[in-house]
């Protein structure tokens, strides 16, 4: 079955790069997804990348996809408290009664510390 | 404010009983998504349903059900509850979602936190 794996948690210094890193297992992801969660609230789109690209970036916020490796990453440049959250990695579904929908990972926590 | 609207924010109850989730999507969302949140189980797909119709399952148990109504509101019921099923609910809409088609950008509610004691 697909599977989307990530750490659980990250901490860094306010002001460093962070970077989360996220495997998937299905190759024919069309997108893959950064979703972010913070506290008590639901998630919300950070970014997305399209499978035939290597590199997005969005202002502080940088994804790098390696399909040879079904390998994301998101790195956060200029890292600020408020960038603490659940920050969760997504692709979509393409087997069984699941298909064309987000599978999830189960979030990596990053805390920044002032 | 993502535009979904989930109630009741918490819930408390006790095994054995049953409960409804309601859900109101984004004005213009066709598609109701609705996932569970756990500590152990991370973000779990559960059901969609895309104009009324339900569009993709995915690991939902038997004692679960959910519908969407014709003003596309969504209600997920949740029946002979056990301590396992004390989580995060979370309901999600998006413009797209119809066979074939993805999902498109999923919109979230803040979810519904039920506690089984």
């Avoid at chain 2, 309901?91 to 803040?110: D, I, Y």
Wanted: hydrophobic residues 30%; contains cysteine.
């Amino acid at each position: 079955g697909e599977d989307v794996e990530q750490s659980l948690f990250l901490s860094v210094r306010e002001g460093d790069s962070s970077v989360i890193n996220c495997t998937y297992t299905d190759s024919s992801s069309t997108y893959l997804y950064w979703y972010k969660q913070e506290p008590g609230a639901g998630l919300q789109l950070l970014t997305y990348i399209f499978s035939n690209m290597d590199m997005k970036q969005d202002q502080r916020l940088t994804v790098l996809l390696n399909k040879k490796d079904k390998h994301l990453s998101l790195r956060i440049a200029d890292t600020q408290t408020g960038d603490s959250a659940i920050y969760f990695c997504a692709e979509i579904s393409n087997y069984g009664g699941s298909q064309g929908n987000l599978i999830f990972g189960k979030g990596t926590k990053l805390s920044v510390k002032p | 404010d993502s535009g979904v609207t989930q109630t009741p924010k918490h819930l408390i109850t006790a095994t054995g009983q049953r409960v409804t989730l309601r859900c109101s999507p984004r004005s213009g969302d066709l598609s109701v998504y609705w996932y569970q949140q756990s500590l152990d189980q991370g973000l779990q797909f559960l059901i969609q349903y895309y104009n009324g119709e339900e569009r993709a399952k995915g690991n939902i148990l038997e004692r679960f059900s959910a519908q969407q109504f014709p003003d596309l509101h969504s209600e997920l019921n949740l029946s002979s509850l056990e301590l396992g099923d004390s989580a995060l609910y979370f309901c999600a809409s998006s413009v797209v979602g119809g066979r074939g088609r993805g999902t498109g950008e999923l919109f979230f509610g803040e979810g519904s936190r039920l506690t089984v004691l």
